[in-house]
C-alpha cells in the first residue's frame, strides 16, 4: 500500500473516532434531557392533583421555598418542558447527522481499503 493512501486511511480513521465520540457526547445528552423531561412530567402530575389551599414549594439549589402562585410554577415547568423537547429533537437531528458521516466515512475507509488491496494482487 503506497503512504499517501495508508495517511489518507489514518485520517479517515481519526475521523471516524472523532464522530464516535461526538456520537455518545450526543446520545448522552439527549438521555439527560429525557430524564428531565419525564421529571419534568411527573411533578407536573403531580401539580394537578394538589388543592388550590395546599402550599406549595420550589427547590432552588439547596433552599425551598413557598410558591404563592401555583399557576406560574406550572406555566414555568410546562416552558421548561416545551424546550427540553425542542433540545431533544435538535439533538436527534444532530445525531443522525454525525451517525450519516461516520456511515459515510466507513464505507470511504472500506472501499480504500479494498482498492489498496485488489491493487497489490
Not at 50 to 67: A, I, M, Q, R, W
Amino acid at each position: 500500500m503506497d503512504q499517501n493512501l495508508s495517511n489518507y486511511i489514518q485520517n479517515q480513521i481519526r475521523q471516524a473516532q472523532q464522530l464516535e465520540s461526538q456520537i455518545e457526547q450526543v446520545a448522552s445528552q439527549r438521555y439527560q434531557l429525557d430524564a428531565r423531561i419525564k421529571e419534568i412530567e411527573k411533578t407536573l402530575k403531580e401539580l394537578e392533583g394538589v388543592e388550590e389551599n395546599t402550599p406549595v414549594y420550589k427547590s432552588v439549589g439547596s433552599v425551598l421555598y413557598k410558591v404563592d402562585n401555583k399557576k406560574k410554577i406550572i406555566d414555568d415547568l410546562s416552558e421548561q418542558k416545551e424546550l427540553s423537547e425542542i433540545r431533544v429533537k435538535t439533538l436527534e437531528k444532530q445525531q443522525k447527522n454525525l451517525e450519516d458521516k461516520y456511515k459515510e466515512i466507513e464505507n470511504t475507509i472500506k472501499q480504500k481499503y479494498q482498492e489498496s488491496g485488489k491493487g497489490a494482487q
